[in-house]
């Protein structure tokens, strides 16, 4: 792609094979009333591997981030969490979502919490972890980040790219399967966006399983190993970076990535 923004991205980095499926979605429909926002969505994401969700506003996007989440019900369809079905309405739904590690748009950091606080929560009120053995989990974690002097900070005296690399971190705590990246950069100052997708860059490297959506085409050009691109709740292209995004065929997705050309 002639695109600036797709050249100037972050550079591809290497990462273990990719391995056997941890996410499959499989048929999967969503109606709010008589709208239908998710019309037979299927596709799988393989153990290390990176899939980026693209597509326009009100193409589902979000909806089907939150289904896989267990946020929303899914009308019809299944999605298996390694050998789970997950929207099986029998499952432990809590037990479940701990498997999967989330981040939002919003940072959700609990304000009146210190940064080591908001990390560990899940681990010692959910989980039962003894504080000692989160907080030192946490602090590893807070270590790889360059964060961990700001473990005792409270969010408002971080920046937005520093209150989302902590969200990470706290979605990194249970060691998920999985892991879901919702617009993450959508609520950061454009100068805060490249110290987060790097964050994000470095845990493809380590072998994370990685859902996001995103609107960053560069890095998702660069970053991922499959492009899922939906079109009002259909998929619209399944395939590659260089297939999806380079060389697409469909004039839909030909006029869909040449309208960032123009931005």
């Known amino acids: 792609m002639a695109d600036e923004k797709l050249t ?3 550079p591809t980095v290497e990462h273990p094979p990719i391995g056997d499926v941890v996410l499959r979605i499989d048929n999967v ?4 009333g008589d709208n239908t926002v998710l019309d037979h969505i299927s596709f799988d994401v393989h153990q290390h591997e990176t899939v980026a969700l693209l597509g326009a506003s009100g193409s589902g996007k979000s909806t089907l981030m939150k289904c896989v989440n267990l946020l929303e019900q899914v009308n019809d369809g299944q999605i298996w969490l390694g050998d789970t079905d997950i929207t099986d309405p029998r499952i432990n739904m809590d037990k479940q979502r701990s498997r999967i590690g989330v981040v939002f748009q919003q940072f959700n950091l609990f304000s009146h919490m210190t940064v080591l606080n908001n990390v560990t929560l899940a681990a ?3 989980h039962k972890w003894p504080r000692e053995k989160a907080e030192e989990k946490a602090m590893g974690l807070l270590r790889r980040i360059g964060m961990d002097h700001k473990a005792k900070e409270y969010p408002d005296r971080l920046s937005g790219g520093q209150q989302q690399r902590v969200a990470i971190c706290r979605a990194l705590m249970m060691e998920p399967e999985l892991l879901l990246l919702d617009e993450i950069t959508s609520a950061l100052d454009p100068l805060l966006v490249g110290e987060v997708l790097e964050m994000v860059g470095e845990l493809k490297a380590q072998g994370a399983t990685i859902l996001m959506a995103t609107h960053e085409m560069g890095f998702a050009h660069d970053a991922a190993d499959r492009i899922v691109l939906l079109r009002r709740g259909h ?3 399944n ?4 297939d999806v995004m380079d060389h697409p065929t469909d004039p839909e997705t030909q006029e869909f990535f040449a309208a960032y050309n123009r931005v």
């Open 8 to 10: 100037q991205a972050t």
């Open 29 to 32: 429909v969503k109606r709010f």
């Open 124 to 126: 010692r009120k959910v």
């Open 235 to 237: 998929i619209a292209e």
């Open 239 to 242: 395939g590659s970076p260089y």
